[in-house]
């Protein structure tokens, strides 16, 4: 597997992912906003509304040649939102590179939003929410997302507050786009079985708009951790579900790795210390998982969740603390952390077998450090990490006496 | 594919890929269990270890030696996998057997194990959209033991004794078994092959009789909601499982970006965020759930542009292009399954269950380039002209 990049002639950066496929071509355009990052318009959600009126028509296609050529180039076209990027991505047989760069190409920049379609999509976004309101896995994260936010723009829903969201105009919109969506806050990711050669070939051709000058979005600054934050709500459903978060540094810097090595080693295999007594041998919940969520300015948040059942929740939580409190004095045994390298090992091999999730991993990699070496540095960290090192950070970052602890269920607090 | 003496074919295929990795698979096309959730349980309780072994060794084990094994559970049959780094075959061949051999069906984790199975079903019901695809299964088909699906019902997990269990697991664990496996090094392959012949000696797959379907309904039934959206949807009695590709190709164009239902009810009209087409296959037969979320005060406007379409669809086809995107999109999904080994494994897999010409992982894509435009239609009125069960909505 070889991974390049360059700046082409139009000004694009452009990352080559030479791998994870044989005849396919994973395409995707990573643009640096994302909902923590919408600056004037922070709390609106405009980087998803944006997300979802770049399928509704450009100069040279309207909303049903947009999805009609992407379903003729067989292509699963979408796009998705997060708290630091919003990403747009097709994946086509290699043959069709050049059509499917054209179309994700005119979509992300040559956008027109008809007016006409604004009001629509503002609808269907209405409906997504209220979806979201009725899920309750929706709502512990946001929850938490709030809890852990005073200041930064993560604070906000990805999908806007409703009352903000309600006020965007399709001039707000437009204003935004043509901010943002310009080099080198956006770069087009390619992946699979390519060459460079063949893709800077076709990507230096495309129409992309003059670089943005001056500082792109950033997500705005939150203080400095310095205590323990809890929130609970009550909600008509069958179970409680927690989740615990941490900031901590971005994921790809060593001290990110080795946070991330301790939790998965406490929480995030069938035979992690922490799963193993709390689902199996004490039964307090009935799943446990680990997971990590970029909010764009180098900081990463490190989460646990839970789904237990009604009156578990204290006990869940004791026992998250304890297990913190105990790793962090007595770390990991050698054969343990070795049987977890190892694992992870595994993993990272098998994730490589897909160009989707390449394109994606060295997308995000590259917007966050503008380096093609970032992926490669992480894997040669998480192989000499020591088990010393990864439970230093784990006592610096994850205590009981820090972090957002929330719940959602009934009988958990005010509705 | 191989055919050994003991008559057991092995798909066994080297993956050129020189990445190191190896996939092995056995999976156990569903008899009727005589209670619903049993074979989930059992198969969960399968994954927590062999006697003298708990889990948590087992899997640390494992890990160690760069293997991952799972278990899983659809409406169509049972499996149990080991993937991971060549260099661990050995154990994980090793450790696979001792768990086929001699599985625990410990007390405390059949206690344990029950009580997540339960939480699953009540975590799905959390959910509306989830809620109300439980809720029109159960109307769909007659017969109670597909009706639940394979999580089962809390009613019947509760009466489960571990008994039965233990009891399926040695009538049903040495029969219709389907094995592969994928890799760099041949004499690993033999090795796979070796190890599967030792558990297994015939390779059937027998279809069961079609499962009965509920008789239609012709009132719109409406049923309190567990959300603010109502939940609205259509069904109607699916092909038999032979179908199962067309019915795919189908569903996918109907719910796909450039497809009648996305476009009428979300791109013109702004009525839903989620609309589309769900196939439910079970053992024996297949139904199919046409769904939107929606407004509650919209609910019948969105039953009347879905029902509009749908007869559109059974009288005159697919558009050309949808249908050729559709299939190409299919192509490029498979070539995607195709890139892993354990995907390439399980499309062979698939391709042995359904009888499928070519049993390597390609028979689908061959059953895809055979496949027109008249036979989606004749597939469309068969399903949405006759073959309509009735509407549920949950608000």
Not at chain 2, 4 to 19: E, H, I, M, N
Not at chain 2, 236 to 251: D, N, R, W
Not at chain 2, 332 to 356: E, P, Y
């Amino acid at each position: 597997m070889k991974v390049q990049s360059r700046i082409l002639d139009n000004g694009l950066p452009l990352v080559v992912v030479e791998g994870g496929s044989e005849h396919l071509a994973a395409v995707q355009f990573h643009v640096s906003v994302g909902s923590a990052k919408e600056g004037r318009w922070a709390g609106g959600g405009l980087s998803h509304f944006v997300e979802h009126l770049l399928f509704k028509g450009t100069k040279r296609r309207n909303w049903m040649e947009i999805n009609s050529e992407a379903g003729r180039l067989g292509g699963d076209a979408n796009a998705y939102t997060s708290f630091e990027r919003t990403v747009y991505h097709l994946q086509v047989a290699n043959g069709d590179l050049a059509p499917a760069l054209d179309l994700l190409n005119d979509q992300v920049f040559h956008s027109t939003f008809p007016d006409e379609e604004f009001e629509r999509e503002r609808e269907v976004i209405n409906r997504e929410r209220v979806m979201g309101q009725d899920d309750p896995d929706w709502q512990i994260f946001e929850l938490g997302m709030a809890t852990m936010f005073k200041r930064h723009g993560a604070r906000f829903p990805i999908i806007g507050e409703d009352d903000i969201f309600r006020a965007l105009s399709v001039d707000d919109v437009r204003e935004f786009h043509s901010t943002y969506y310009r080099p080198p806050q956006v770069a087009l990711v390619v992946a699979g079985g390519v060459k460079m050669d063949e893709v800077v070939r076709v990507a230096n051709v495309l129409q992309v708009p003059v670089a943005l000058e001056g500082e792109g979005a950033t997500a705005g600054p939150e203080g400095p951790v310095v205590e323990r934050r809890e929130s609970r709500r009550s909600r008509d459903c069958d179970l409680v579900r927690g989740w615990i978060g941490f900031r901590g540094p971005s994921a790809f810097t060593r001290e990110g790795v080795a946070l991330g090595m301790a939790l998965n080693a406490l929480a995030g295999t069938r035979f992690s210390q922490m799963d193993v007594d709390l689902v199996e041998r004490r039964a307090v919940a009935h799943e446990l998982d680990v997971s990590s969520i970029d909010v764009g300015g180098g900081e990463q948040l490190y989460v646990f969740s839970y789904l237990a059942d009604c009156g578990k929740r204290e006990a869940v939580e004791a026992a998250v603390a304890e297990h913190l409190g105990r790793a962090a004095i007595n770390g990991f045994s050698n054969r343990e952390w070795e049987g977890f390298r190892c694992y992870g090992q595994f993993g990272r091999a098998r994730s490589k077998q897909f160009a989707n999730h390449l394109a994606d991993v060295h997308g995000a990699a590259w917007m966050a450090t503008g380096s093609v070496e970032s992926v490669a540095e992480c894997e040669s960290w998480h192989d000499s990490m020591t088990a010393e090192e990864s439970v230093e950070a784990l006592g610096r970052y994850c205590r009981a006496d820090l972090g957002v602890w929330v719940s959602l269920g009934p009988g958990e607090g005010q509705a | 594919m191989n055919k050994k003496a003991t008559g057991l074919p092995v798909f066994s295929q080297l993956s050129g890929r020189g990445d190191g990795l190896f996939s092995f698979q056995c999976f156990f096309p569903l008899p009727r269990p005589d209670t619903p959730g049993l074979v989930r349980l059992m198969t969960q309780l399968l994954g927590d270890g062999p006697k003298g072994m708990r889990a948590n060794r087992l899997y640390s084990r494992l890990g160690a030696n760069g293997c991952d094994l799972r278990v899983s559970t659809s409406d169509l049959g049972w499996s149990i996998s080991v993937e991971g780094r060549s260099e661990g075959a050995g154990v994980a061949r090793e450790l696979l057997g001792r768990l086929l051999l001699a599985p625990a069906f410990r007390k405390e984790a059949f206690r344990r194990e029950r009580s997540r199975q339960i939480a699953a079903i009540r975590e799905q019901d959390d959910n509306p959209l989830y809620y109300a695809f439980r809720l029109m299964r159960q109307r769909c088909f007659a017969d109670p033991l597909i009706a639940h699906g394979s999580l089962g019902t809390i009613e019947s997990l509760v009466r489960l004794r571990r008994s039965e269990l233990v009891d399926f697991f040695k009538k049903e664990q040495c029969r219709d078994v389907l094995v592969g496996w994928a890799g760099d090094d041949k004499g690993q392959g033999e090795a796979w092959h070796q190890f599967a012949c030792k558990f297994w000696h015939t390779q059937a797959v027998v279809h069961s009789a079609p499962s009965p379907l509920a008789a239609p309904w012709h009132e719109v039934l409406r049923l309190p909601g567990k959300g603010e959206q109502a939940v609205v949807q259509l069904g109607f009695a699916g092909p038999g499982l032979e179908e199962s590709t067309v019915l795919s190709v189908l569903s996918s164009a109907l719910s796909a970006m450039d497809g009648p239902l996305f476009r009428e009810v979300r791109e013109k009209r702004g009525l839903a965020y989620s609309v589309g087409v769900r196939p439910v296959r079970a053992v024996g037969g297949t139904a199919v759930v046409v769904f939107a979320s929606c407004e509650p005060a919209k609910v019948d406007e969105v039953i009347k542009v879905l029902r509009g379409e749908l007869e559109r669809v059974s009288q005159q086809g697919l558009c050309p292009l949808l249908f050729e995107g559709t299939c190409k999109s299919f192509g490029n999904r498979f070539q995607r399954q195709r890139d892993s080994i354990g995907g390439r494994v399980g499309l062979a897999m698939g391709d042995l269950f359904f009888g499928r010409e070519g049993k390597d992982g390609d028979g689908i894509v061959r059953e895809l380039s055979r496949l027109q435009l008249t036979d989606i239609k004749a597939l469309a009125t068969n399903v949405f002209q006759r073959g309509s069960l009735g509407d549920m909505v949950l608000a």
